[in-house]
């Protein structure tokens, strides 16, 4: 069934654990993290990011449509969240196109202007009871700027800095930079435990762990054990899609029907799905 993002983060954080967060771009995708979270018997959140969008001719309702009619009819409770938005007229889709939750992102903008955009997207948002995430400290990569060095100065968050935006913003929950970057390719990241044990307990709100494909399986324990309650992983997706699809499509050059090598995709992203719950769980 379609649940609510803030009631999985909250269940997650009462047990202790973090829900696993998943970035979708095609139906395929959709498919895959909601039979992957069926068969791991785990909620789960569906994440549209902005880019996604983007790539979807810049239409954000036929991929919603999609993924929270496949959320209704799922064994496990599916949440949809809008990921990354810079875009006010996208966050202002949110609420019609079936999302619980929006992740606003001014992370890019200086401190104040950061602060100003954010505290109008959470006032907006909860006018309307959507849980709202925000960032501050930007964790590097995105757009294709280069990943920034695990070590990076400039990628950390302050936790005296970081409280000030909590309370002054009124966000429900924060995306911190602790040494993850987006879209690695290898998982060679190593997080700064004693920065995310201080963001934790300085901070009243659900951490967000973002760049998480990037991150080692024992790393991402140490995190969930640390006080991250939402991971949200995108890449790893399309590392198995691709990486089975190139190899279908290798063994197989005759091959036509695209369900044919869709379906390797989309059965290796649940796979991936499926395991990267269980280590959150464990
Ligand atoms: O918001 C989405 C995540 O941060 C995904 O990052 O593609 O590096 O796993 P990733
Ligand atoms: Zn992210």
């Not at 991929?63 to 496990?76: G, K, P, T």
Request: aromatic content about 4%.
């Amino acid at each position: 069934p379609l649940a609510a993002t803030g009631e999985l983060v909250a269940e997650a954080a009462a047990a202790r654990t973090a829900v696993a967060a998943f970035n979708v771009i095609t139906l395929e995708h959709v498919e895959a993290v909601i039979a992957g979270a069926e068969s791991a018997g785990s909620p789960v959140v569906l994440q549209v990011s902005e880019n996604a969008v983007k790539f979807r001719y810049g239409r954000l309702l036929p991929l919603a449509r999609a993924a929270s009619a496949a959320a209704e009819r799922a064994a496990v409770p599916v949440a949809l969240h809008l990921d990354h938005v810079q875009s006010d007229d996208l966050l202002r889709q949110a609420p019609g196109a079936g999302f619980s939750s929006v992740m606003y992102d001014a992370a890019r903008l200086p401190y104040d202007e950061n602060l100003t955009a954010t505290r109008a997207a959470a006032d907006w948002a909860h006018a309307r009871g959507l849980w709202i995430e925000a960032e501050l400290g930007e964790v590097g990569g995105k757009n294709g700027e280069p990943a920034l060095d695990a070590h990076a100065p400039g990628a950390r968050t302050d936790p005296a800095e970081a409280r000030a935006f909590v309370a002054d913003s009124g966000v429900d929950a924060l995306a911190v930079a602790i040494g993850s970057s987006h879209a690695m390719t290898t998982r060679t990241a190593a997080l700064d435990h004693d920065l995310l044990k201080r963001l934790a307990a300085t901070l009243g709100v659900p951490l967000v762990l973002h760049g998480s494909s990037g991150v080692p399986d024992d790393e991402l324990r140490a995190a969930v054990a640390g006080g991250i309650t939402k991971v949200n992983v995108g890449t790893a997706l399309n590392l198995a899609m691709t990486g089975a699809v190139r190899e279908f499509l290798a063994a197989h050059p005759e091959a036509v029907d695209s369900r044919k090598y869709l379906s390797v995709g989309r059965e290796a992203m649940a796979r991936t799905v499926a395991r990267l719950i269980g280590v959150l769980r464990a």
